[in-house]
C-alpha cells in the first residue's frame, strides 16, 4: 500500500483546468499546485501559445520542449493520424483508452467548457490536451500526455463527441513524460510558482471540489 491509499482506496484524482488543458493526478502530491506540475503545464502552455504555435505537430512539440527544459523527459511520443468522414464521431475513432481520459472534459462547468471550447488549435480546428498521473510519488513521477486535434467542420459544442459535418483529420499524440530530479526540483518548483502565480487566478479552474468523480 502506497501512502496515496487510505484502506486500500486510492483517492479520486485532483484535476485542474490549466489554460483549457485538462490535469488530473493522482497519488500524494493533493497540494494546491499538483506538486509544481500544475505551474509546469501553465507555463508550457504559456510559452507554446506566445509563439504562435497551432498546428498539433507545432503545439505538442512546444509543450513538450518547455517541460524538457523544466526537467520532464519525454519518451514513448506516438504520433498518429485518421481521417474523419464526413457524419462520422471522432471519440469512436481513438482508442478506448482514450476516450475514458478525454470523458471528464464532457462534463466540465459552464466557465471550465468555455475555457476548454478555446485551446489552441488552428483556425477550422478543435483540440484537446489531456495530462494525468502519479505526480508527486516520488522519486518517479511519471505523467501521460494525450493531445488529440481534429480539422474538420467542428460543431462549436460536443466536441469529440458530436457528429462532424465534414471529413477532417484527426491527429493524435502520446508521450510519457518522468522527472529529471536533478532539475525538477524543490527549487525549481518554488522559482516556477513565483513565475506564473499572476496567471493562476485566471488560467486556471480548479475541477476537484467541483466533481465528485
Same mark, same amino acid.
Given at each position: 500500500?502506497?501512502?496515496?491509499?487510505?484502506?486500500? %482506496?486510492?483517492?479520486? #484524482?485532483?484535476?485542474? !483546468?490549466? +489554460?483549457?488543458?485538462?490535469?488530473?493526478?493522482?497519488?500524494?502530491?493533493?497540494?494546491? +499546485?499538483?506538486?509544481?506540475?500544475?505551474?509546469?503545464?501553465?507555463?508550457?502552455?504559456?510559452?507554446?501559445?506566445?509563439?504562435?504555435?497551432?498546428? #498539433?505537430?507545432?503545439?505538442?512539440?512546444?509543450? @513538450?520542449? %518547455?517541460?524538457?527544459?523544466?526537467?520532464? &523527459?519525454?519518451?514513448?511520443?506516438?504520433?498518429?493520424?485518421?481521417?474523419? #468522414?464526413?457524419?462520422?464521431?471522432?471519440?469512436? @475513432?481513438? /482508442?478506448?483508452?482514450?476516450?475514458?481520459?478525454?470523458?471528464? !472534459?464532457? =462534463?466540465? #462547468?459552464?466557465?471550465?467548457?468555455?475555457?476548454?471550447?478555446?485551446?489552441?488549435?488552428? $483556425?477550422?480546428?478543435?483540440?484537446? !490536451? &489531456?495530462?494525468?498521473?502519479?505526480?508527486?510519488?516520488? /522519486?518517479? $513521477?511519471?505523467?501521460?500526455?494525450? =493531445?488529440?486535434?481534429?480539422?474538420?467542420? &467542428? /460543431?462549436?459544442?460536443?466536441? /469529440?463527441?458530436? =457528429? %462532424?459535418?465534414?471529413?477532417?483529420?484527426?491527429?493524435?499524440?502520446?508521450?510519457?513524460?518522468?522527472?529529471?530530479?536533478?532539475?525538477?526540483?524543490?527549487?525549481?518548483?518554488?522559482?516556477?510558482?513565483?513565475?506564473? +502565480?499572476?496567471?493562476?487566478?485566471?488560467?486556471?479552474?480548479?475541477?476537484?471540489?467541483?466533481?465528485?468523480?
Amino acid at each position: 500500500m502506497t501512502d496515496a491509499q487510505v484502506d486500500g %482506496v486510492t483517492p479520486a #484524482p485532483r484535476r485542474w !483546468l490549466v +489554460s483549457g488543458a485538462l490535469l488530473s493526478l493522482t497519488g500524494s502530491a493533493q497540494d494546491p +499546485s499538483g506538486g509544481g506540475v500544475r505551474d509546469a503545464l501553465l507555463m508550457a502552455l504559456a510559452l507554446t501559445r506566445r509563439g504562435g504555435r497551432t498546428t #498539433p505537430d507545432d503545439v505538442v512539440a512546444g509543450v @513538450l520542449g %518547455v517541460l524538457g527544459q523544466l526537467g520532464w &523527459v519525454a519518451s514513448q511520443q506516438v504520433r498518429t493520424a485518421t481521417d474523419v #468522414p464526413a457524419r462520422a464521431v471522432p471519440a469512436a @475513432l481513438l /482508442p478506448s483508452a482514450d476516450a475514458a481520459t478525454l470523458a471528464p !472534459l464532457q =462534463h466540465l #462547468p459552464t466557465g471550465a467548457a468555455r475555457a476548454w471550447a478555446a485551446f489552441l488549435a488552428a $483556425p477550422g480546428s478543435r483540440a484537446a !490536451l &489531456v495530462v494525468q498521473g502519479t505526480a508527486g510519488t516520488a /522519486p518517479d $513521477p511519471v505523467l501521460q500526455l494525450l =493531445h488529440v486535434d481534429l480539422t474538420a467542420a &467542428v /460543431p462549436a459544442v460536443g466536441f /469529440p463527441w458530436a =457528429h %462532424v459535418a465534414s471529413p477532417g483529420t484527426l491527429v493524435r499524440h502520446t508521450a510519457t513524460l518522468s522527472a529529471d530530479t536533478t532539475v525538477w526540483t524543490a527549487e525549481e518548483r518554488a522559482t516556477l510558482a513565483t513565475k506564473v +502565480s499572476g496567471a493562476v487566478a485566471t488560467q486556471v479552474v480548479d475541477l476537484t471540489a467541483r466533481s465528485t468523480t
